[in-house]
């Protein structure tokens, strides 16, 4: 909260326009007469949002920030994984190739970032989860620890899945990819994904409801040698009790199979250096799979007039393997040509089990005379990994040439043994959150979360065993001011926290106390043209401490500190019923304020571009074309430069880049057709990676021809 005050000025503006946008409204006539429009569109805009407060309250009450992207935007992008949609958000940045690669508010993420529905449980790692199954997706911005527990300060990416529905109706969809450009020519590698979707009521009476998704895909990547084959089957129940009582259960089956792929190296730490995007340094055959079979059921009830009882359930058996010939160092040398990059030789085979219940009651009461919202939770959680090293940390010999590498070489003869581990965790938290509206203005949220976690860890290999325990009491509290029925202002104040590892301690073998992470809040919102259009701003400083990092003797300590500051802006507005848009922009400073290391401080965060902008639109045409409707859609987004790590030895500046989509639409009540080209200027980028070893380039020219079929 130190920096120029010019840094407050968006929100100024931003309650500057929402006056003026409240003056002209009330000047419009409001009995117009409703015309149906050829080309109306759905819209990008959600009324209300869950993931928050865990209620479905106004926006415009919640002092926080959550940015929605929902089905409809997924479609008209054509985006397969919530990644693909990561570019048309304020201050998330994708960081890598994995489900937790990406940063929040310039903050890393870690897999309890992701949640489904409000739980942990991924059932993928190695890549970003499918929207095959998605009805939207919250990004909850700030620390959220008092209703999620263990979280990085940066945020959460919250999944909300599709839901068995009484009307019948059956969706399949189906289409074909290719990449046009240099390093991938038209028809060079092909692709193909088809999604079936059918819902309804199993019982003429409507208390049993079904839905079944089932989703495949079968990609060639620009990269060399790299391919995926993945399939995902969600079958899903709702059965309706009564009026007042809906269980709803399910399962999620996962199979994804690719190749492993590490990216580029650069020599010298000039990402000018590396190769071109298609070239790749592991073998031909290196793979990375993931399996996951996951159960889960969610419990509504109304226990009286006022107050409902919410109970969630979630449990994944997941197991993931790696075997490859992995980027490890690089060699560098005066000479380019003579620069090398050592292989590491890794064979692993993890395995995850996670078991997480959450029930809440929540529900209105009027105290001396003032409403309160309440909620009122508890949840706990079971988790067990076993991460087997097989082959683990012995070097491929020889070293490859980085400009010329030769690929091709053997298993090395001498084997390094791996390790063993299993850790077991167990979490218990308690939360309390109490929204009140004082007057019909003024509303004040206060949430408070007492949370217990208990780890027990085993090394077999070295035969090495620990345990620990560790505790936090975790506040949050905000403010909201409705200048209008369309406009509030707030402020909030939040924190987390997040254990450190099992694995380190301090001289004395003490467990460590966990990262703490604490947030200001200040913003406005605004929702205008009857809820079509919404504005938000909001400037944010965090900080996050008691990272555990090696001291001078290589003893850990309590040594670590970053900070981010910055703002957001977003908006989302239905201006008329053909044409819509959506933008954002967000400035981030984000940085290493303590360290042992001299190399890191004041160092920037890994990709935590400064700054970050995007715009889509879709415009309909209003004239029917042969019984159908004709739209065209234009999406830019932009990043400022980025860093691959925070230590000045070894970290890669990549440049800033904008890329470009556009897409084609022609749509009639019984099926659509749907032309999409990414990166259509063929603009040459990299966006995720560590370092100088591991570079991921992003996607060439991409096109898509899809056909979707309603029935």
């Given at each position: ?13 931003a309650i500057i326009i929402a006056f003026q946008t409240q003056a002209a409204e009330k000047e419009l006539d409001t009995d117009i007469e409703v015309i ?281 058996w997941h197991e993931d393997s790696r075997v490859l010939f992995e980027n490890n160092r690089v060699n560098d040398a005066d000479i380019l040509s003579e ?373």
């Amino acid at each position: 909260m130190n920096k120029a005050l010019w840094r407050l000025a968006p929100l100024s503006a931003a309650i500057i326009i929402a006056f003026q946008t409240q003056a002209a409204e009330k000047e419009l006539d409001t009995d117009i007469e409703v015309i149906e429009v050829v080309g109306q569109q759905e819209s990008y805009v959600n009324r209300a949002v869950s993931s928050a407060t865990k209620s479905l309250l106004n926006p415009l009450d919640i002092p926080l920030t959550v940015n929605v992207i929902n089905d409809v935007f997924l479609r008209d992008l054509r985006a397969e994984t919530l990644a693909d949609a990561y570019g048309y958000t304020t201050g998330l940045s994708t960081s890598g190739i994995n489900a937790n690669g990406f940063t929040l508010r310039g903050l890393p993420a870690n897999l309890q970032s992701v949640q489904v529905n409000g739980l942990p449980g991924l059932a993928s790692r190695f890549g970003s989860p499918t929207t095959a199954n998605v009805e939207r997706i919250e990004i909850l911005k700030g620390p959220a620890s008092v209703l999620y527990g263990q979280l990085e300060p940066g945020g959460l990416v919250n999944i909300i899945t599709k839901k068995p529905q009484e009307e019948q109706s059956l969706t399949v969809d189906w289409s074909v990819q290719t990449y046009e450009t240099d390093i991938s020519g038209f028809g060079d590698d092909p692709g193909t994904t088809a999604t079936l979707d059918a819902t309804g009521a199993l019982t003429a009476d409507g208390q049993w409801l079904y839905r079944f998704i089932v989703s495949g895909e079968s990609i060639n990547s620009f990269r060399d040698h790299v391919d995926y084959n993945n399939y995902y089957i969600f079958p899903t129940l709702t059965y309706r009790a009564s009026e007042q009582t809906e269980l709803t259960f399910g399962l999620e089956l996962l199979h994804e199979n690719g190749k492993a792929d590490d990216g580029l190296v650069a020599i010298n730490n000039d990402i000018n250096t590396v190769l071109p995007i298609n070239v790749r340094y592991q073998e031909q055959n290196d793979s990375d799979n993931d399996e996951a079979v996951v159960a889960f059921a969610t419990l509504n009830t109304s226990l009286t007039d006022d107050f409902d009882l919410f109970a969630n359930w979630r449990s994944v058996w997941h197991e993931d393997s790696r075997v490859l010939f992995e980027n490890n160092r690089v060699n560098d040398a005066d000479i380019l040509s003579e620069s090398t990059l050592r292989r590491r030789d890794r064979n692993q085979l993890n395995k995850r089990e996670y078991h997480f219940f959450d029930i809440n009651t929540r529900g209105s009461l009027e105290l001396a005379g003032i409403e309160h919202e309440l909620l009122i939770g508890v949840n706990s959680g079971y988790e067990k990994r076993d991460f087997e090293r097989i082959r683990f940390g012995a070097a491929v010999t020889p070293n490859i040439n980085i400009l010329n590498p030769v690929l091709g070489q053997a298993v090395p003869s001498e084997v390094r043994s791996g390790t063993d581990r299993i850790t077991e965790l167990w979490n218990y938290g308690l939360y309390l959150q109490d929204v009140i509206y004082l007057t019909d203005q003024l509303i004040v949220l206060a949430g408070l979360r007492y949370d217990k976690q208990d780890v027990d860890f085993i090394e077999q290999t070295r035969d090495r065993e620990d345990d620990q325990s560790t505790d936090a009491w975790v506040p949050m509290a905000g403010v909201v001011y409705k200048l209008s029925d369309q406009t509030s202002v707030y402020a909030s104040y939040g924190e987390s926290f997040d254990p450190n590892s099992v694995e380190r301690s301090d001289v004395n073998d003490n467990a460590f106390d966990p990262e703490q992470g604490q947030q200001v809040e200040l913003g406005v919102k605004a929702s205008f043209f009857d809820e079509r259009a919404k504005l938000s701003v909001a400037y944010f400083d965090i900080e996050k401490d008691n990272i555990v990092e090696r001291n001078d003797n290589r003893e850990f300590e309590l040594l670590g500190e970053l900070a981010s500051e910055g703002y957001e802006l977003e908006v989302i507005a239905l201006p008329i019923e053909n044409w819509q848009f959506k933008a954002g922009y967000a400035y981030v400073d984000a940085e290493v304020v303590a360290s042992p290391n001299a190399n890191v401080i004041g160092n920037t965060m890994s990709f935590a571009p400064k700054h970050d902008a995007y715009l889509w639109t879709r415009y309909n045409f209003t004239e029917e074309f042969y019984g159908g409707v004709v739209g065209l859609s234009l999406g830019i987004n932009y990043e400022s430069e980025r860093f691959t790590g925070t230590n000045s030895g070894s970290r890669v500046e990549l440049p800033s880049y904008t890329k470009a989509d556009i897409g084609a639409y022609f749509e009639t009540e019984q099926y659509a057709v749907a032309l999409n080209i990414e990166n259509f200027t063929d603009k040459e980028y990299y966006d995720g990676g560590r370092n100088d070893i591991r570079i991921y380039p992003g996607e060439p020219r991409k096109i898509t021809l899809s056909l979707t079929g309603y029935f």
